[in-house]
């Protein structure tokens, strides 16, 4: 079956960087868009970005444009979140999630299968 599995999360000060991966299973990643999403405690999930299946195209959050890049590499069926200039705020627990469309969207509505999560914690 579908399977999502996280990896890369941490405890890193502020300014560093983390890079996170999604590695599938159980799927052609051709035909699935991927997102990244993020909980942090109290707060509702925000969508951070995502990535089409060629990857071509991509969307950010606006609390991440500038600092994130997602990027996929489909031979090896994963996805990277590379997070630069990390902030305190950024502390959440990172999902991943997929879709089967070409195009991609950081509503967390529109994906139907979820990986288990990475806890980052950015913090002095």
């Known amino acids: 079956q579908l399977q999502l599995v996280e990896s890369g999360g941490g405890l890193v000060q502020p300014g560093e960087s983390l890079r996170l991966s999604c590695a599938g299973s159980g799927f052609t990643p051709d035909y699935y868009a991927i997102g990244w999403f993020r909980q942090a405690p109290g707060k509702e999930r925000e969508g951070v970005s995502c990535?089409?299946?060629?990857?071509?195209?991509?969307k950010y959050g606006d609390s991440v444009k500038g600092r994130f890049t997602i990027s996929r590499d489909n031979a090896k069926n994963t996805v990277y979140l590379q997070m630069n200039s990390l902030k305190p705020e950024d502390t959440a627990v990172y999902y991943c999630?997929?879709?089967?469309?070409?195009?991609?969207?950081?509503?967390?509505?529109?994906?139907?299968?979820w990986g288990q999560g990475t806890q980052v914690t950015v913090s002095s």
């Open positions: 999630a997929a879709r089967p469309f070409r195009r991609c969207v950081l509503s967390d509505f529109n994906y139907e299968y």
């Open positions: 990535v089409s299946t060629s990857g071509e195209s991509t």
